[in-house]
Structure formats: C-alpha cells, structure tokens
C-alpha cells in the first residue's frame, strides 16, 4: 500500500539553527500539507500546498517557516532558524484531487530545540 | 470559530463495552468530518468520515452519530477491543471553498482511550 514517507524520523537541533524535514507524498497525490503536534497537545494545520504553490497557512506558519516541492517528488519544510517552542512531532500528509477524499498522513518527524 | 471541541480527554473501558467520543463544531461552513485514530509513534490514520448531509455512518464496529442542528457528532466504538487503545482525533474540514477544496483539516484536541481486557 502506498504510504507517506517522512525523515529524518527525530531530529534534534541548537535554537538558532535552520532545519529541514523531508517527506515523499503518495505519488499520485496533488495536495500536500504539513501539520504539527505539540507533545500532548492537538494535530494543528501549519500549510497546505497545491500546483506549485502555497493554498493556504495558519498563523502559525510565519516567515520563519517555507515549504517547497523542488523536484517533483519530495516535499520539504524548512524552519530558518528554531525557537524552542518548535520543538514538536511534525507530520505530512497528502490527498488526492476530489472532495471528501482522504488525507493520509506519514510517521512524523520529531523535532527537539535544545 | 474554526474550533473543534473534544470530550472526554481519556476513556477507560472494559473489553468488549462501548467507547463514546463527543466532538462540538462552531463553524457551519464545515461540511466533512473524519475522524483519525493514532497510535504512539505513528501519524493519524482516517478511521471514518461523514457528510453532514447523513445522519449516521457505520462501518464494522464504528459508527458516526451527526446531529447538525446541534453542530455535534460523536463516534460510537462498539465491542471495544485491547487493540482499539489509541489516541482518536475528530476533524473538521470545509471541502466546497468556492469549487477548490484544500482539504485543510481543524482537529479536536483527542481521546485517548485505553480499553482494559
């Protein structure tokens, strides 16, 4: 069965420091999106992402963060330079076209800020 | 507006009794409700979903229960099994956003609920 791929599985990370967390969406999938969740807390909506471009963010997602599909395959987001409070699971997830279809979502990246 | 409430914050059940999770909506604009099953260590997964055009779904031992005058819906886990333990989100997402629908997903804050053999 085809299935959203995430890496690194954690990674840990000085404040300051950029990182990026990479996902493989379903092949045939043409939304992409990336949530958070706060240890303990809800899965929260950071962006989503569709022909090239963002559809929508939170405002969570400041200038701090980016999203990008540079090849075609992967998509990746990028924090340029992390606080504490990013610290998080973050999770990917994709859809294809059509209402009501289902999204499916990858392993998780666990980010730690120390 | 664009909440989802969620009750309880944990359930504790016997086997084979029935686990009841509540979810409360503000925004009358969502018109699809899945609801996400996640177990440690690994991504939510669709469970079931409705359409508030129905009134309940079914589906094995899951049932959806919507009530769209009140702008509720719960989900009914009936024969409650040890491996039914996991943290269950419910969602809410506005699919006909001017014919374009990118599916953003507003969750509930989760259940985690723990069924005892």
């Known amino acids: 069965e085809p299935e959203v791929t995430q890496t690194p599985s954690h990674q840990v990370t000085q404040m300051g420091q950029e990182v990026i967390l990479r996902c493989v969406p379903i092949?045939?999938?043409?939304?992409f999106y990336w949530y958070r969740q706060i240890l303990g807390q809800k899965v929260e909506f950071l962006v989503s992402?569709?022909?090239?471009?963002?559809?929508?963010k939170s405002e969570i997602f400041d200038d701090q963060f980016s999203v990008e599909r540079p090849d075609g395959s992967n998509f990746t987001l990028k924090i340029r330079s992390t606080k504490l409070e990013d610290s998080a699971m973050y999770f990917c997830a994709s859809r294809r076209r059509g209402l009501n279809t289902e999204a499916f979502f990858g392993q998780g990246t666990r980010l730690t800020v120390v | 507006q664009q909440q989802v409430k969620q009750s309880p914050q944990s359930l504790i059940v016997q086997k084979g009794g029935i686990s009841i999770i509540n979810c409360a909506y503000e925004n009358t604009a969502f018109d699809y409700f899945p609801w996400y099953q996640q177990f440690p260590g690994k991504g939510p997964a669709l469970l079931i979903a409705i359409r508030p055009d129905v009134s309940e779904k079914k589906e094995g031992r899951f049932t959806i229960s919507f009530n769209k005058s009140a702008k509720q819906f719960s989900l009914h886990i009936m024969d409650s099994q040890p491996g039914d333990s996991a943290t269950y989100f419910c969602a809410a997402s506005i699919t006909n956003a001017g014919g374009t629908s990118y599916g953003k997903l507003t969750f509930g804050q989760g259940t985690i609920l723990t069924v005892h053999p």
């Open positions: 092949s045939n999938h043409l939304y």
């Open positions: 992402f569709y022909n090239n471009e963002i559809s929508e």
